[in-house]
């Protein structure tokens, strides 16, 4: 069986008409989610509000990216944020050193992602369970220690100062803030779209049977290594995008941002918000940003409300808010049926 | 049919704890302080390993601060401060910094962080325009490099390089004295370790050119054991040893050390030893090793500084850290610069404190400076001396001279393309 054919075998569940529909279905609550975000400034004059959409847009696109490797794929990545370090550190450099126009510095950032998530992944996806996880947290190490060392090129330590120089283009100003604010709003719906689109295509139907079962996907004739290999480079992109947004809020790029920290958090996320639903990683980050601010505020034992968060869910719930709700409501509707 | 319901959650109470969530978020939005009180925000490290440079921070802070409203405020308005936890994060420490002003309302920004953090909210001085003392942060780039320059952010914290020159210069005086030409140094692998090792052995050899190091060590930051290090260090035979090594890193370091009797066997300068954080906590404090002073409430030995250590233990029932004075003489700056200007703006403020020069117990001849070309503060007391395991703890300290750090210091500038 070619590939071709095994991509339309994975499709056999769903009808044909069905995924256009669905497609525009998503096309138009994207633009939908856009416009209401887009014109939130005009009703609320506040900047904290703006800021934390734009840390949201940052750490979903980061924390749903994880969700195709982790949820769908089965491959579950510890060192997810040596991508958003690496968007964050490319992007700003570039801007710093080359002074080109941002989307070329942006464009630029994907591709040097492609390259050395291609690499890291080539390595990294033939191996299983615990030791994908391990070579993967071994990388993001790896890449962590280098910023710290490589001082002449990233600061070190210290991270890029002397902020990220953000010219302005097609009319676009990112160093106003409600600029910034609608650029990390496009950047966040279009990034979820395509990836509702990746997970809904044929490659994503057999991104869950290589999840389920990668002997079964081998035998039917899927090439499982490259499968992996593709959805591991494509999310590498959106949290390297996640990078970018990050790197443009604070004018800067710091180690911190390539640290094992950063994936536990988007780990975390994930287990918040739940992994078998698509938009359960964003619940989850504005969920976790929520927490993390709130519980700022008040404490500074904020380490332990998140522990107790945490042991919460791994132990009360057993599962993320959205699956909990999700089931919730499958019930409610079931229930009155089989009574009825 | 009837649909009967199953206990637990129903629509509307789902929808009015979907509001009252709403409602409790936009709250901190809507409220703005439209009070007398003017607030400044304080981000800083109040959780994990460095907990304690957010805590004597914060005290440091608080105690003046209880003076200047006790003695009617800032310009009239007594200070409020919003002390926030970054957690060590350089993108929480722009967050919190951002959270501050816009949600908090708050008017200036005392900016506590350590090392990327200081940088991070200094880019969100230079966007948001606020005033902005950094008060822990060393790194001397961060008031030396024009292109950090914004006028509305200053620095009552040490600077590495003059640091560097004292210690080079005091070092290589008894280098001379004692013939001490073979040095090792041992620093944590870092930024601020390998920089200011870096520029100790320029000074050290600019001042004896015959000396050489003979070994380098670089042992992690936080790292737990360190004897490789010591019998790396007692293998190579030096006659003497600089090490940048701090707080608990360094008294491990020395507890260890101790065991193979390594004070012994050549003179030790520990930049850091001279700071309570570590000479309280080290089990034997060997005698004779050479420190530059962090703080030391013998040292500028006047009865002010006594007086404040003094005060401040009795509040807090410990000894003030290098921390704690950095942070305190921000304060004292900004309540002279209101009472010059008679405002609490901002913007007056900061053109009131270049070049302001203000009676305090740390500086060196009784008054410390915030000096208008790089608005960072110089004249504060730096000099270096020899331990000894009781109280005073260091005894004597011989002062650096401001005159030649300041010639040195414009060589450095200089060097590196500053000026």
């Known amino acids: ?334 229930g009155p049926a089989e009574r009825g | 049919m009837t649909r009967t319901r199953k206990p637990g959650v129903n629509r509307r109470a789902t929808l009015a704890m979907m509001g009252a969530g709403a409602a409790t978020l936009a709250m901190p939005w809507v409220a703005r302080a439209q009070a007398k009180t003017i607030k400044v925000g304080m981000p800083t490290i109040l959780s994990g390993r460095v907990a304690q440079l957010g805590t004597s921070s914060r005290n440091g802070v608080m105690i003046e601060v209880d003076k200047v409203n006790a003695a009617g405020g800032l310009a009239g308005r007594q200070i409020e401060m919003v002390i926030r936890d970054s957690k060590g994060q350089p993108q929480e420490a722009a967050r919190v910094a951002r959270e501050l002003v816009n949600t908090d309302g708050c008017e200036l920004l005392i900016d506590a962080e350590a090392s990327s953090g200081a940088f991070a909210v200094h880019e969100v001085a230079r966007d948001l325009g606020v005033l902005c003392i950094h008060t822990n942060s060393e790194t001397s780039a961060l008031t030396a490099d024009p292109k950090q320059h914004i006028p509305n952010a200053f620095r009552t914290a040490r600077q590495g390089v003059h640091d560097s020159i004292v210690g080079g210069s005091y070092a290589a005086s008894i280098s001379k004295a004692k013939g001490l030409k073979k040095w090792a140094t041992c620093a944590p692998d870092y930024a601020y370790g390998r920089d200011t090792t870096g520029e100790f052995t320029t000074y050290l050899k600019r001042f004896a050119p015959d000396t050489e190091i003979i070994s380098e060590s670089w042992p992690k930051l936080f790292q737990a054991d360190y004897t490789e290090v010591v019998t790396k260090i007692l293998q190579a035979k030096p006659q003497a040893l600089y090490s940048c090594l701090w707080g608990g890193d360094l008294t491990s370091y020395i507890d260890q050390a101790n065991i193979y009797a390594l004070f012994s066997q050549m003179e030790v300068f520990a930049v850091n030893m001279a700071d309570y954080t570590a000479l309280t906590v080290v089990k034997n404090l060997p005698k004779g090793i050479h420190s530059g002073n962090r703080y030391i409430k013998t040292y500028p030995a006047t009865a002010e500084n006594a007086a404040w250590g003094d005060a401040y233990k009795a509040k807090y029932n410990e000894y003030p850290t290098n921390w704690s004075w950095e942070n305190a003489t921000a304060i004292m700056l900004l309540a002279e610069a209101s009472k010059k200007t008679n405002s609490a703006d901002g913007k007056k403020l900061a053109e009131a404190l270049r070049g302001l020069k203000i009676k305090s117990p740390f500086g060196a001849d009784g008054t410390v400076t915030m000096r208008a070309e790089d608005q960072t503060l110089v004249g504060y007391a730096i000099g270096w001396g020899t331990t000894i395991p009781q109280e005073p703890y260091v005894p004597q300290v011989q002062a650096g001279d401001w005159k030649t750090i300041f010639e040195l210091e414009a060589e450095w500038k200089k060097s590196k393309g500053y000026t």
């Not at chain 1, 494509?234 to 390539?258: D, W």
Request: hydrophobic residues 55%; aromatic residues 12%; charged residues 10%.
């Open chain 1, 1 to 334: 069986m070619t590939e071709l054919q095994a991509e339309r075998a994975a499709m056999v569940p769903r009808s044909q008409a069905r995924p256009q529909r669905w497609r525009y279905l998503d096309v138009s609550i994207a633009l939908a989610a856009f416009l209401v975000l887009a014109m939130l400034p005009m009703f609320i004059g506040s900047k904290a509000l703006l800021d934390f959409v734009i840390r949201c847009s940052a750490f979903g696109l980061f924390a749903t990216s994880l969700n195709l490797l982790v949820g769908f794929t089965g491959m579950v990545s510890f060192g997810h944020g040596m991508f958003f370090g690496l968007g964050a550190y490319s992007f700003g450099l570039i801007m710093q050193r080359t002074g080109v126009p941002v989307p070329v510095a942006f464009v630029a950032t994907l591709v040097i992602t492609t390259i050395v998530a291609a690499v890291i992944g080539a390595i990294c996806v033939r191996l299983k369970e615990i030791y994908f996880a391990f070579v993967t947290l071994a990388f993001q190490m790896l890449i962590h220690s280098t910023i710290l060392s490589w001082v002449s090129l990233t600061g070190g330590d210290q991270g890029l100062r002397g902020g990220i120089p953000r010219p302005a283009f097609f009319g676009i100003d990112l160093t106003n803030h409600v600029h910034l604010y609608i650029t990390s709003c496009a950047l966040l719906v279009t990034g979820l779209l395509l990836m509702r689109q990746i997970a809904q295509s044929p490659f994503g139907y057999t991104l869950r049977m290589i999840r389920d079962n990668a002997n079964r996907a081998s035998f039917v004739g899927i090439d499982v290594w490259r499968a992996k290999l593709t959805i591991f480079v494509l999310a590498a992109l959106f949290a390297s995008t996640g990078g970018v947004i990050m790197a443009l809020f604070v004018s800067g790029a710091y180690p911190e941002f390539a640290y094992w920290t950063i994936s536990g958090e988007g780990i975390f996320i994930n287990m918040l918000g739940g992994v078998t639903t698509f938009l359960g990683p964003m619940v989850g980050t504005v969920l976790l940003l929520i927490l993390n601010d709130t519980v700022t505020r008040m404490t500074e034992y904020y380490g332990i409300v998140l522990g107790i968060v945490i042991l919460f869910f791994a132990i009360g719930l057993r599962k993320g808010l959205m699956d909990f709700a999700v089931e919730w409501y499958a019930q409610r509707r079931s």
